[in-house]
T-cell receptor
């Protein structure tokens, strides 16, 4: 069964450094998402991406964040200058025209 | 604005007993409602959805959920719980006019004891 994959599973970085989180969505899916979950808190929507552009974003998704689908298979989330409060589990998700999203296993980002 | 509430942080149930996980929602327009389950160190797994039609929807692993428009609820149920059902359960809502953005509840930890 096809699934969403994410790399790395755990990323440790220093405050102020740039990180890129990678996702490979299910191959025929058209809509792509990033969510995050700070430890002990809700899963929060960050951004949705369709037809090579951002379709919707939350107030969390400020200028420090960007997304890209560079090669038709990968979907990346970049944080330009990480802050301590960016420490969280980041989930990628994708869907076809149907309504349910399929989630990856997540990348745990730790900012020191 | 849309929102989801899961009033119970944890639900404890004995194996073989019925399991109910509660969810209420608030959204403008008709809601799309979802349940996901998260096992330790795993991503969110889709269980079931309500879009339209029959108020009782059936999903994976023997789970079902009942949509109640008047009570704005979408409770998850399983007639006979298994120890392997122990996990974190999330209810989510999507507004019909969005690009698929899901609003999640805080999650309910289900503990099934043998």
């Amino acid at each position: 069964e096809p699934e969403v994959t994410q790399t790395p599973s755990h990323q440790v970085t220093q405050m102020g450094q740039e990180v890129i989180l990678r996702c490979v969505p299910i191959s025929n899916h058209l809509y792509f998402y990033w969510y995050r979950q700070i430890l002990g808190q809700k899963v929060e929507f960050l951004v949705s991406f369709y037809n090579n552009e951002i379709s919707e974003k939350s107030e969390i998704f400020d200028d420090q964040f960007s997304v890209e689908r560079p090669d038709g298979s990968n979907f990346t989330l970049k944080i330009r200058s990480t802050k301590l409060e960016d420490s969280a589990m980041y989930f990628c998700a994708s869907r076809l025209a149907g309504n349910e999203q399929f989630f990856g296993p997540g990348t745990r980002l730790t900012v020191l | 604005a849309q929102s989801v509430a899961q009033p119970e942080d944890q639900v404890n149930v004995a194996e073989g007993n019925p399991l109910t996980v509660k969810c209420t929602y608030s959204v403008s327009g008709n809601p799309y409602l979802f349940w996901y389950v998260q096992y330790p160190n795993r991503g969110l797994q889709f269980l079931l959805k309500y879009i339209t039609g029959d108020n009782l929807v059936k999903g994976s692993y023997g789970f079902e959920a009942e949509f109640n428009k008047s009570q704005t609820s979408f409770h998850l149920k399983k007639p006979s719980a298994l120890v392997s059902d122990s996990a974190l359960y999330f209810c989510a809502v999507r507004a019909t006019d969005s690009w698929g953005k899901l609003q999640f509840g805080a999650g309910t930890q289900v503990v099934v004891t043998p």
